[in-house]
């Protein structure tokens, strides 16, 4: 049994596990009208589902650090024994997900000490450098093994030391215990299941959890990208975001060219999250209303006539969406890390159920969405906005942004972002910012919004943009808000009030934003790497009225962190 020492003190944890610092997310509870509202099949249905998704949440664990099952072992151990350090401990592991983390002033929280957030995480061996890792895939190379390379550097694989060599094995290869027991969860839930199209859905996944083949997983993709009218929602993400290793690749220009060589394009490893829930059938319909607009918006992308889109510019969009009430959130999906997802539009563009005819799938979390507390958003605005604009600030115009920014993921190239390296993620998220910002005049136009509800997206989002500190570099989706916000600022978008307040200059923002997108689009059609990387650095500068705004944000609002409290999963878990 592994032993490990405290990294932060008794006062540290005091602070970081009060309510005051560390907000909760309420998923379902057992009493829900949306639970008890369900077909008794599908009730049945939900228990399997969740039982699936918290499985699948320990593998994730093994993914995000190689420490993390030991270390959570220890706090149990510690807690019998009474230890309140441990207690505290594991509240900040749980609510992370992770013995390593970030909070949402960009503080590194490390639980344990000697135990670093690696640029690997799980998936790469604990003590392999960056320099390392390069040589030894060059010398495999040159040794004629470009098979074996081709398995280390793709997205689906945990790569292992083998000798002086590297070695990738398939995930469901090597969890193939757990994923077994998973793929009968999902089998069990599809026997009680109401509708036949999720039915399908989850025996098809299943499948692609007892045996390691990709086309498996493209078959489940493109079968949950079609899923529109059923009661229920389970989903495996896929992601990678965190992955920091593979994408030092693309640096390195004559690995680079022997790769190319063989036709091996390196891929950030994926990491996995579940999510179960209930589709809220009047929150869909509301979705559904900007389906219509999305060829138009494919129309009118910047450079459209020099690459393919997800998003058709005629004919079906292939573009379905739902509103879910959260039963769970496991794995990659739950991780509150200064943060949690509102959103996810999937599958990411590097998956191959899109090459095979497959569509992508929004998904809205309705519960981390909702404002539990209208006092401190008060607080908040009267810190912040200018007074004569806070009439145009509407928390509802945030989820009205949030569905542009997923559907502008769809929109723009789908190909070759990965030469981008390190930076491909920051500018993915600067892309659907900027694509949901750039057509809000287009879609007033269209009778999408209102005039009233264009002033709200716009003063709304400036408003939101703005950070409590300065974020570092790995956080893709704190990095561009700071491009934005400098972007913005140095074209006339808003200026700081004699108080120190913003003030939004609403007709000059969709032009900006424009601009902006077109030029983040020649970006990724370019795949030129040392453009990235002079745009983003170009951009990501911490400007002085950014200081401003940040010192009123922390003065209103302590929060550091937030967890998920999942009463009705938990119910579920236990049940037989």
């Known amino acids: 049994m592994r032993e490990f020492k405290f990294n932060l003190s008794m006062e540290e944890l005091e602070k970081r596990t009060h309510k005051d610092y560390l907000?909760?997310?309420?998923?379902?509870?057992?009493?829900?009208?949306?639970?008890?509202?369900?077909?008794?099949?599908?009730?049945?249905?939900?228990?399997?589902?969740?039982?699936?998704?918290?499985?699948?949440?320990?593998?994730?664990?093994?993914?995000?650090?190689?420490?993390?099952?030991?270390?959570?072992?220890f706090l149990e151990r510690e807690i019998k024994k009474g230890n309140r350090q441990a207690k505290l401990t594991k509240i900040l592991f749980d609510a992370q997900k992770g013995i390593n983390a970030i909070d949402n002033m960009s503080t590194i929280i490390n639980l344990a000490k000697g135990i670093p957030t690696r640029p690997g995480k799980g998936v790469y061996p604990a003590d392999l450098t960056k320099e390392e890792f390069h040589s030894i895939l060059s010398r495999m190379l040159d040794n004629g093994e470009a098979e074996k390379v081709k398995k280390i550097l793709t997205?689906?694989?945990?790569?292992?030391?083998?000798?002086?060599?590297?070695?990738?094995?398939?995930?469901?290869?090597?969890?193939?215990?757990?994923?077994?027991?998973?793929?009968?969860?999902?089998?069990?839930?599809?026997?009680?299941?109401?509708?036949?199209?999720f039915n399908e859905y989850l025996k098809l996944q299943a499948a692609a959890l007892r045996k390691a083949d990709p086309m498996l997983d493209a078959y489940a993709d493109k079968k949950w990208a079609t899923l529109q009218d059923t009661p229920l929602e389970f989903t495996i993400t896929r992601e990678n975001y965190e992955d920091e290793m593979t994408g030092t690749i693309v640096e390195n220009k004559e690995l680079n060219e022997k790769l190319l060589k063989f036709g091996i394009s390196p891929i950030p490893k994926d990491f996995l999250g579940g999510r179960v829930g209930i589709v809220n059938k009047k929150g869909t319909d509301a979705l559904m209303a900007i389906k219509q607009y999305l060829p138009k918006l494919a129309q009118n992308m910047p450079y459209n006539n020099e690459y393919t889109q997800n998003i058709s510019t005629k004919g079906d969009a292939k573009q379905t969406m739902v509103d879910v009430d959260l039963v769970a959130v496991t794995g990659d999906v739950g991780e509150f890390r200064g943060g949690i997802t509102l959103a996810e539009n999937l599958p990411n563009d590097d998956k191959l159920s899109l090459t095979i005819g497959g569509g992508r799938r929004n998904v809205y979390h309705r519960q981390i969405r909702f404002i539990s507390d209208m006092k401190k958003l008060q607080k908040r605005l009267d810190a912040i906005l200018d007074k004569e604009q806070h009439k145009y600030y509407l928390d509802e115009a945030d989820h009205w942004f949030t569905i542009g920014h997923e559907n502008a993921h769809s929109l723009g190239p789908k190909e070759g972002s990965e030469k981008l390296g390190k930076y491909r993620n920051i500018i993915e998220e600067n892309k659907a910012?900027?694509?949901?910002?750039a057509f809000v005049d287009l879609l007033t136009e269209l009778g999408m919004y209102t005039k009233e509800q264009r002033l709200q997206i716009i003063v709304t989002t400036i408003a939101d943009n703005f950070l409590k500190s300065k974020p570092t570099m790995s956080q893709a989706h704190r990095v561009r808000t700071v491009m934005q916000n400098k972007y913005f600022a140095e074209r006339g978008a808003y200026n700081l009030t004699k108080d120190g307040k913003i003030h939004v200059n609403i007709d000059k923002v969709v032009p900006i934003a424009q601009e902006m997108l077109k030029e983040i689009i020649r970006i990724q059609i370019d795949g030129d790497f040392k453009k990235a990387e002079k745009y983003v650095t170009d951009n990501f500068v911490w400007t002085e009225n950014m200081e401003i705004i940040a010192k009123k944000l922390q003065k209103v609002n302590k929060t550091l962190n937030g967890s998920v409290e999942s009463k009705l999963a938990d119910k579920l878990l236990k049940s037989k």
Do not use: C
């Open 23 to 73: 907000i909760t997310k309420k998923m379902l509870k057992p009493d829900a009208p949306e639970y008890l509202e369900l077909a008794q099949g599908d009730k049945e249905a939900l228990k399997h589902l969740v039982k699936a998704a918290y499985i699948l949440e320990k593998i994730n664990m093994q993914i995000d650090a190689h420490e993390n099952l030991d270390f959570k072992a």
């Open 433 to 437: 910012d900027m694509g949901s910002l």
């Open 155 to 197: 997205q689906r694989s945990v790569v292992e030391r083998d000798g002086v060599n590297l070695i990738g094995i398939d995930y469901v290869d090597k969890w193939a215990e757990d994923f077994s027991k998973m793929a009968d969860e999902l089998d069990k839930a599809a026997e009680t299941s109401t509708n036949a199209d």
